[in-house]
């Protein structure tokens, strides 16, 4: 039988290639095998389950039938977008243009259908999330990317130069997607001398035409760094609020509120006052999704009205970034240990440790029952996965592999 689906649809993997990894993982476990499965991308505690916080489940056994059965507004609930634009950035007073989305992954596709072309080309931190590879395909677009700074390095600021001048150059228009602070998967952020160069780099090609800077804003709750996370947001909002470079951000309630199955995030640009952009926003939703859940939506507003449950929420927060750190330190010294160098976490779920064959590693350190995601500059490491008594386990079979 000849298929219905047009011939570009007919060749995409059954399986996404992460959940696929996680799913032979399990059924290995499954079978009595000890295996250490670092491949999951969502927060588990010490004793593997999923870690659900406290504070939101509270909320959400509050809300009453009117806050999740009616529609929600096309572009989301003003005042939903408000507080959650200034749980980001506590001293906007409006969210500007925005909508909300199914999670940051429906900020970013509606980013594409607004700021590009079908055909154009987005730019990108290498490595980047997977998804957003897919995300600019769905949407008939290309991914390019510059390089994300190694663990101690500096920024390469003549390569993000060429690459954005070179993209200018070619479609008169530029979008950079960038996953700052607690960049997936590496871990780390970018350092406030980094981050003011290629702000700069921006701030210049903007007189060459428009150019607009998505920030990803996925894990900022998951950090060591709250000071450093609340610096780097107000040198965004400053570049914002010039007005030169268009700067917005993908708001995600999935990792912030362990609402991953919520489906709650937004799309925004508080320093922006073009109603076109508002009325292009509300047209996408509509011809999209139509409107998001309601319960999210609620949910934040009430968390907003709620100094109780915000303190009870930061708290939780910072216990589990407390977790994280020491997964992290403990595999930083672990692979000191093994005489491989630390991969320095700073924020976010995940680290990567750098490899020069990441698919033959993978390969090599399934045969030792140890489970990573490879990506082109190595092997994606959940620590939200992880547990610290994990760790020397961990660094020796990639110790292993490496030596292979
Ligand atoms: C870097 C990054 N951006 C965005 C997302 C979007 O997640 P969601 O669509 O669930 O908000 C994720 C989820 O893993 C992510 O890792």
Redesign the pocket.
Known sequence: MTSQLIPTRRAFPADDPIFALNAEAQARKAKGEPILNATV?ALLDEAGQLVVLDAVMDLWRSLGAMEVAPYAPIAGDPAFLKALVQRHWPLVATAGPACAT?????A?ALSLRNFLEPGQTLLTTAPF?GPYATLAAENGMRLATAPWPAAGAALDAAAWDAALRGLMKAQGRVMVWL?DPCH?PTGRSLGAGDRAALLGLLRDLSALGPVTLLL?L??LDYTREPEAVASAMRDYAALGAEGRVLVGA?L????ALTL?GGRG?ALAFPWCDDPALQAALTQSCRGTWSNCPRAPQALMLRLAQDGKAQARLASEHRHWSEVLAARALALDAALEGEGMAALRWQGGFFVTAPSASPAAACEGLKAEGVFTVPLPEGLRVGLCGLRAEEAPRFARALRKVALL
């Open positions: 991308g199914p999670g940051g992954s429906g970013l999330w996953n997936n990803d996925a894990y993908a995600s309630l999935s990792k991953y995030g």
